[in-house]
């Protein structure tokens, strides 16, 4: 079956770049996501991107998809305190919404002063 | 900003009882899902729901587990008899649409069986 794997824990300085990795197996994987969970809250989703995309970028996000080897990152600049959090990397073959998504273990990503 | 409720925050309860575990997905939204994650492991699809009936679901949504939307702001997750290894956080989702469309999460129910 599918399966997203992530390492557990990233630990930064604030003020430099954060790179979060994930390697997924399904091959017709349509849609990758990446989602942050704050202490308390429920998953938000941050940004996506279609397989057929190389890169996508959103302010201070930047995804990069090499679909060849299977590998999602996401790059956040300039970490803040803020962006402290779990982040989970998710892959599904088609459509939108939340149905039938394969979610890797989750970052957690950790600031140092 | 509108967002998924869920309730209750925790609940403990004795194996082999039945569980209810509520959501309130955003009012305007069609489609209704819930994951689980069991501590230390990945966040499971469970089952998927829309136009009153599920839509897809997993192996993991057996017989034990039901969904129901009683009325027209909740949307529910039955276990009916617990067992230690459903013990998880579980999370309601709900999404407008299917197309590239954002799903909302809950902040999760966190189960322990005991």
């Known amino acids: 079956g599918e399966d997203v794997e992530q390492s557990l824990f990233l630990s930064v300085r604030e003020g430099d770049s954060s790179v979060i990795n994930c390697t997924y197996t399904?091959?017709?994987?349509?849609?990758l996501y990446w989602y942050k969970q704050e202490p308390g809250a429920g998953l938000q989703l941050l940004t996506y991107?279609?397989?057929?995309?190389d890169m996508k970028q959103d302010q201070r996000l930047t995804v990069l998809l090499n679909k060849k080897d299977k590998h999602l990152s996401l790059r956040i600049a300039d970490t803040q305190t803020g962006d402290s959090a779990i982040y989970f990397c998710?892959?599904?073959?088609?459509?939108?919404?939340?149905?039938?998504?394969?979610f890797g273990k989750g970052t957690h990503l950790i600031i140092q002063p | 900003e509108p967002e998924v409720t869920q309730t209750p925050s925790h609940q403990v309860t004795q194996m082999g009882q039945e569980v209810i575990l509520r959501c309130v997905p955003i009012?305007?939204?069609?489609?209704f899902y819930w994951y689980r994650q069991i501590l230390g492991q990945k966040v499971e699809f469970l089952v998927s729901?829309?136009?009153?009936?599920?839509?897809?679901k997993s192996e993991i949504f057996d017989d034990q587990f039901s969904v129901e939307r009683p009325d027209g702001s909740n949307f529910t997750l039955k276990i009916r008899s617990t067992k230690l290894e459903d013990s998880a956080m579980y999370f309601c989702?709900?999404?407008?649409?299917?197309?590239?469309?954002?799903?909302?999460f809950g902040q999760g129910t966190r189960l322990t069986v005991v």
């Open positions: 989702a709900s999404s407008e649409g299917t197309g590239v469309t954002e799903a909302f």
């Open positions: 399904d091959s017709s994987s349509t849609y």
């Open positions: 991107i279609f397989s057929n995309m």
């Open positions: 998710a892959e599904k073959e088609s459509g939108g919404g939340a149905d039938g998504l394969t």
């Open positions: 009012s305007n939204h069609l489609y």
């Open positions: 729901f829309y136009n009153n009936e599920i839509s897809e």
